[in-house]
């Protein structure tokens, strides 16, 4: 829809504000002022420069404009440190009700606490809406009374250790309940190990200040050379000398886990206690695996499973699935934390070793029940659940029709419409923002199933096809397919893939998880359009196809970079003889990864599900997973048919000699 119809459309529904409960109420109306929009763009440009005084003087020029409640919070934020008490409150109450009212309120937090004014940091955060800061919870932790129970504590460690970097609320509040005896110094060093496992050696060394003041020494010399280090001690005397080594062993096994295994083994096992034993086998276990090393089972045979945290778990259920070792699968999986053992994969897996390791009937009613308990069209497992229960995936029933009540409410919710009015002039991080802010307040009470539909409909009304399908898959009890699976440009899609002999439902698939059909949708690294095709691979590509007149500035046209992805994707399909999975993740990850990733000769063949859940990288990982479910979905669709996920994946195997390599050079 173009942008002078939502314009119009806005103006009609007029100005609203959303009220703490998130209910949309009515104020004086103000038409948006298109006339003014390029002095919001100007103002985001000032932001992003952090010219304030650029921003002050436009500020007053943007009175009346939808996306006004943007511009003042970018005045206000780029000066926030020296801002007065006064005109946080004046901003706070001019657009209270607003996302852009608790996105102040959270970065006024976060001054407040970094300022020790716990008095007026008191005073603001029940006000807090989102109340999705880590730091700032941890801030209110650590400015409560210590408390006799365990809540407290348990609550700062799951705030502090999900997160990737040190914060000063968190370091606060986990150094005050050390200093008050509620964490341990094995809560500490948890922290420091995890940090530094996930090559956030600042964050270790953070943690670790907690306890040791030799900390930034230590750990500057563990991260500059692991090997030196162990090289040159002799002994660990005391505790902490003891983890300085635990900390340098998982240095190390980042880089050779074969090596941190023989100085754990030969040189270091005498001097650490059973855990600091049990955690380092984990960390060397989880790196063989990724690596698909054969010595991972036994490495994480050598550690107790208690003293894993879930990521060595996940590695080791994962390596086991690798091999067949199915009662190693439920041995992992029940030493999860019941957080990680609910999650579909592991409720998935461990039905499927109970089967594999002992089919009696006690086991097969188990499994029957943990698949039940997942089984639905929402995802890869969900999917592969509902087949091991003798289900195909079919188009579920769409909801009863949106009244025209229910899409009113959305059209004039202000949050909604400034969001929309936003993505359309250019400023998508912050439409998408703030749309997300208004669709998320149905988990505290905000909206239901059947608002979070009307408003994923307002998207696809308008076109914005990643809030529309991110909208719709937020609701609980209602699915509705075609929100969830728009087919945007399908003539364009359908043409070209009947041309070069590709499935729809795939190409669609992809471009759902790559782009969510963003047309201009760049990524960090580079990668463009629909089918976020890098420069380098688009170059190539159009070569083989035969599409000599391309330049790199056509890539975010449609129909070329539909061309073009669809291209790449039938030839990186080619060359894995017709694996959606191998390709998915070469789409990704490159071709040459998922060509080691698939093992030597003599590697065992295994269900793609399987191979797909040992992909080393998160990342990558998650994209096989969710494109291969997206198609699966897409095909029920497109055919009306019930559809199988296990057909299209197949089973991945070593390559044989015999086997045909179509495009050796793809990029």
Known sequence: MQLSTILTSFALAGSLA?????????????????????????????????????????????????????????????????????????????????????????????????????????????????????????????????????????????????QRDSDDGCTLAAARLYDAKKLTDADIWRKARMAMEANRAKAAKTAANIISNEAATALDEISRNPDRF??????????????????????????????????????????????????????????????????????????????????????????????????????????????????????YWRARALIQVAPTEANRTEATRLLKSIASVRGFYEQLAMEELGQRISTPARPSPLTVQEKEGARLNAGLSRGLYAIQIGLRSEGVREWNYITSLHQSGGMGDRELLAAADLACQYEVWDRCINTSERTKDVIDFEQRFPMPFKNAVLQRTTQIGLD?????????????????????????????VMPPTARWTAQKIGMTDFKPHQINDRDTNIAIGTGYLKLVLDDFAGSMPMAAAAYNAGPSRPKRWR???????????????????????????????????????????????????GQVGPLGAGALVVNNDLP
């Open 18 to 162: 959303l009220s703490a409960t998130g209910v949309a109420h009515a104020q004086p109306k103000t038409a948006p002022t298109p006339q003014t929009d390029d002095i919001i763009l100007e103002m985001s440009q000032a932001y992003r420069q952090g010219n304030a005084q650029r921003l002050t003087a436009l500020l007053p020029q943007v009175r009346g404009n939808m996306l006004e409640p943007w511009a003042a919070y970018w005045e206000l934020r780029v000066r926030l440190d020296t801002a007065s008490p006064s005109e946080i409150q004046d901003f706070l109450t001019r657009y209270a009700g607003t996302y852009q009212e608790d996105r102040l309120r959270n970065d006024w937090l976060l001054q407040l606490g970094k300022r020790r004014d716990w008095f007026n940091f008191a005073a603001h955060v029940p006000l807090f809406r989102m109340n999705d800061d880590r730091e700032v919870r941890c801030y209110t932790r650590a400015t409560e009374p210590i408390l006799t129970g365990n809540a407290q504590a348990a609550d700062v460690k799951q705030q502090w250790y999900a």
């Open 230 to 347: 162990l090289s040159q001690r002799t002994s660990a005397s005391s505790a902490i000398a003891q983890e300085w080594v635990v900390l340098a062993l998982i240095r190390l096994a980042a880089s050779d886990e074969d090596q941190a295994a023989r100085a754990l083994e030969n040189q270091w096992r005498a001097h650490l206690t059973a855990e600091q034993r049990s955690w380092a086998w984990g960390v060397i276990g989880k790196y063989a695996a990724q690596r698909r090393s054969i010595n991972a089972s036994d490495y994480f045979a050598k550690a107790k499973d208690g003293d894993l945290d879930d990521d060595h778990l996940e590695w080791k259920a994962r390596a086991a699935l690798r091999h067949a070792h199915w009662s190693d699968v439920l041995v992992a999986t029940q030493a999860m934390s019941p957080e990680t053992r609910q999650d579909a994969t592991w409720v």
């Open 504 to 532: 729809p439902a795939y190409v669609y698939g992809l471009i759902r998880q790559e782009s969510r059909f963003i047309m201009n949708a760049r990524s960090g690294v580079g990668a463009s359009g629909l089918m976020q």
């Open 599 to 649: 093992g030597q000769t003599g590697d065992p063949t295994m269900e793609a599900a399987i191979w797909a859940e040992n992909v080393p990288f998160t990342e990558t990982r998650d994209y096989v997973k969710k494109v291969l479910s997206n198609t699966t979905n897409y095909a029920a669709l497109i055919s009306g048919q019930p559809q199988s996920l296990k057909s299209r994946l």
